[in-house]
């Protein structure tokens, strides 16, 4: 079934240059913890479908669904095995077609989440590929290669996996003797596509046209600083204190190849070709907020993630910084910037604020991490952060739960962990599970309101309880309030479509800058900071009488 919604879309389509993707509020969804509707401790599409009215009250302007396609689960729905298909655990297509005219109904856009760099091992094509001979058409479309050593016993070359641990893995050939190795960037149930290969990029194409079809609005891909690898594969060592994406070397060889532009050219003509203005946001972590502008050039991808900016430590003049360059960057190449605190992948920021030790991205925080974090002090700064990103020109990203002020989960027992880093890495690193725990909507439900029996596939932690939905939503201090109210005034004001001038006079350890009609002062000091006249519209924390506290933003009407 075609499933077009033109009528949904009508007033959908925008003049070039005011696309919905430049300006848009989209909030991440990961659905095996945002709402299970069939209570088996996972969270479902149906489960979304029933909390579409709180979405369009929360006031965001889309929706980016994390991996709900056919999949063994190994890395959450990364690994994907039919990318056509729902996952029983999500639901079905149906499913799916009921939650997007739902959204689309309430004027809410769908992102889908896209695995282009990998697939699952259970994929037909590797199956197929595991079956065949070396130097097959079914093995081409991954990246095999024969092993080093007399016997080929040793990796083709010694690249370590994301995860941790190498990053190939040796197959048994048909005839039961050590064959090939398979390239694995992350787990080694993800066998790396090979993107030299014109098949595999066929096949892509067909896959978004199938969602695209059915009236999807855009795609977040996955690794999409991926799929190119160096030729050769040449050997390369990581810096080892750059985290898990390799850190700022200029030349890793399977990230950021410039041959994968060929391949968003490619799929940005195919969204062309549908209405409705789709959309293509890059998950790439680069070195520079410069190489990651290459991304979005007027014929590759629409947004890239800012990571450069949720990676900026709580200090002013790093934030003036990463900014301007943000801006000054995307600009020159015609795109808006994107603005971004917390995601599945990282340490939610009402946690990663306040941690006082280093915490490499992918590492996660657990009960030995150093440095943890001061949970009141994380909080007063994530609204004060938060406050601040909403107020920027460009297009933002909430992560599910943020709204609420959720930290992360540190306590998490050893054997409720279910991140292959944790595992590939005898627990070195925690990973991301902290992040990934269901949310909460009801204080005295089951499962706070996740479902209605009480099964979580991650433990949910008591003093959750006072942090759900119900609890906060008729609260005028609480944290759900105040992301509503900064969501309502930044659409009135158009923030999205401003334009950023610097504030002088309110010192070093001050963000002050004007958008339109609104003054944003964000006070990162030790000591308050006296406010200029003017109505306050919203503030992060309590104020002291015209003085602007520490860790707090204030958004005042300009004169």
């Known amino acids: 079934m075609t499933f077009t919604q033109e009528d949904a879309r009508a007033d959908l389509v925008a003049a070039p240059g005011s696309e919905w993707w430049r300006t848009a509020v989209i909030y991440q969804i990961y659905p095996r913890s945002f709402a299970d509707a069939s209570g088996d401790g996972l969270g479902d599409l149906p489960g979304v479908t029933a909390h579409l009215d709180d979405l369009k009250d929360l006031g965001v302007d889309a929706i980016w669904l994390s991996p709900f396609q056919r999949s063994p689960q190994k890395d959450a729905g990364y690994d994907v095995a039919d990318y056509r298909d729902v996952d029983p655990i999500f639901g079905t297509l149906a499913d799916f077609d009921a939650m997007l005219a739902g959204a689309h109904d309430r004027g809410i856009r769908v992102i889908v989440d896209l695995v282009p760099n990998h697939s699952s091992d259970q994929h037909v094509w590797f199956q197929e590929a595991l079956k065949a001979a070396p130097g097959s058409p079914e093995r081409a479309r991954y990246i095999f290669r024969d092993g080093k050593g007399e016997n080929g016993e040793l990796p083709p070359n010694n690249w370590e996996s994301v995860f941790g641990g190498g990053m190939w893995k040796r197959v048994t050939e048909a005839d039961g003797t050590p064959g090939q190795w398979y390239l694995h960037i992350f787990d080694e149930t993800q066998p790396d596509f090979d993107w030299t290969n014109d098949e595999v990029r066929a096949e ?66 195919v969204l062309a070709a549908y209405d409705g203005d789709r959309a293509l946001c890059a998950e790439a972590w680069l070195p520079t907020v410069a190489q990651t502008a290459l991304w979005v050039r007027p014929d590759e991808m629409h947004q890239a993630f800012n990571f450069h900016y949720l990676e900026t430590a709580w200090d002013a003049a790093a934030l003036r910084d990463v900014i301007g360059e943000s801006l000054a960057e995307y600009a020159a190449v015609g795109a808006p910037s994107t603005w971004v605190l917390s995601n599945h992948d990282v340490v939610r920021h009402a946690s990663r604020l306040a941690l006082t030790a280093e915490n490499p991205q992918g590492a996660g925080i657990g009960p030995k991490t150093p440095g943890k974090p001061d949970p009141v002090k994380g909080l007063h700064r994530a609204r004060a952060a938060t406050s601040l990103m909403l107020a920027l020109p460009g297009s933002s990203y909430l992560y599910q739960g943020e709204e609420l002020g959720l930290p992360e989960v540190i306590d998490l027992p050893d054997d409720a962990r279910q991140d292959p880093t944790w595992f590939r890495t005898n627990g070195e690193r925690y990973g991301r599970d902290g992040c990934r725990v269901p ?121």
């Open 204 to 269: 892509f194409r067909d896959i978004l046209r199938f969602w695209l079809d059915r009236g999807v609005d855009g795609f977040r891909v996955d690794v999409a600083h991926g799929l190119i690898k160096a030729e050769g594969l040449p050997d390369f060592t990581p810096d080892p204190e750059g985290g898990s994406m390799g850190g700022d070397a200029e030349e890793v060889p399977y990230w950021g190849q410039p041959g994968v532009h060929e391949v968003w050219r490619e799929w940005h003509e």
């Open 439 to 559: 949310i909460p909507w009801t204080a005295d439900a089951p499962a706070y309101g996740f479902n209605t029996t009480g099964e979580s596939w991650l433990p949910q932690p008591a003093e959750w309880a006072d942090l759900a939905r119900d609890v906060q939503v008729d609260d005028p201090s609480s944290t759900l309030t105040l992301y509503r109210s900064l969501l309502a005034e930044r659409r009135a004001r158009n923030l999205g479509a401003g334009e950023l001038e610097w504030l002088d006079g309110f010192g070093d350890d001050v963000v002050a800058f004007r958008n339109g009609s609104l003054l944003v002062i964000a006070n990162l000091g030790d000591g308050a900071v006296e406010l200029p006249a003017g109505e306050v519209l919203i503030a992060s924390g309590p104020l002291d009488g015209e003085r602007l506290p520490t860790d707090t933003t204030v958004w005042i009407a300009a004169a």
